[in-house]
Antibody
Framework: EVQLVESGGGLVQPGGSLRLSCGAS????????MTWVRQAPGKGLEWVAN????????YSVDSVKGRFTISRDNAKNSLYLQMNSLRVEDTAVYYC????????????WGQGTLVTVSS | SYELTQPPSVSVSPGQTANITCSGH??????AYWYQQKPSQSPVLVIY???NRPSGIPERFSGSNSGNTATLIISGTQAMDEADYYC?????????FGGGTKLTVL
């Protein structure tokens, strides 16, 4: 059974940093691209960043470029999102999700971790 | 940047057919994906590559995609189908979501 478990969320002040982690199990982690998607309270889904299987290519939404970095450790079956210079508008539930294939469906989602940016 | 537009809300009576649209420039040239999200739950894939249902998704869910519009079709809608639905496509290595449609079954 595919499982994705996020951790690392919490309350942080504007300008602060946070590192989200996502532990994967039930599939060969190194065979799939991965993605982070967020959802602000009461709002819709917003894609944040993608990373290919070997980490060679990464893409992110313009609003987080230069502040957020997606990475992965295939030996540890883990996906990460380093978030720096956090803003109030980054407040959201952050989902880790598996990409079936590049340009394919997002077929498994974690339960999400809440990041709250507030003073 | 590429945009996908969905109606904010759609209402349907139980047993009737619900059509949820998603519009984007030449969307028919891309694959459309659909996700269902119920309150306090993670999204679930219900349609992939325009028309395909993942294992475990009821047959009443179907999809189409042509021109500038993709459509999620729920035939014989049930109360359990009440949820938010999001369309999604890829554009130049990035993922794009529509704004979401709240489906009300009343």
């Amino acid at each position: 059974e595919v499982q994705l478990v996020e951790s690392g969320g919490g309350l942080v002040q504007p300008g602060g940093s946070l590192r989200l982690s996502c532990g994967a199990s039930g599939f060969t982690f190194s065979s799939n691209s991965m993605t982070w998607v967020r959802q602000a309270p009461g709002k819709g889904l917003e894609w944040v960043a993608n990373i290919k299987q070997d980490g060679s290519e990464k893409y992110s939404v313009d609003s987080v470029k230069g502040r957020f970095t997606i990475s992965r450790d295939n030996a540890k079956n883990s996906l990460y999102l380093q978030m720096n210079s956090l803003r109030v508008e980054d407040t959201a539930v952050y989902y880790c999700a598996r990409v079936f294939s590049w340009y394919g469906q997002i077929d498994y989602w974690g339960q999400g971790t809440l990041v709250t940016v507030s003073s | 940047s590429y945009e996908l537009t969905q109606p904010p809300s759609v209402s349907v009576s139980p047993g009737q057919t619900a059509n949820i649209t998603c519009s984007g420039h030449k969307l028919g040239d891309k694959y459309a994906y659909w996700y269902q999200q119920k309150p306090s739950q993670s999204p679930v894939l219900v349609i992939y590559q325009d028309t395909n249902r993942p294992s475990g998704i009821p047959e009443r869910f179907s999809g189409s995609n042509s021109g500038n519009t993709a459509t999620l079709i729920i035939s014989g809608t049930q109360a359990m189908d009440e949820a938010d639905y999001y369309c999604q496509a890829w554009d130049t290595n990035t993922v794009v979501f529509g704004g979401g449609t709240k489906l009300t079954v009343l």
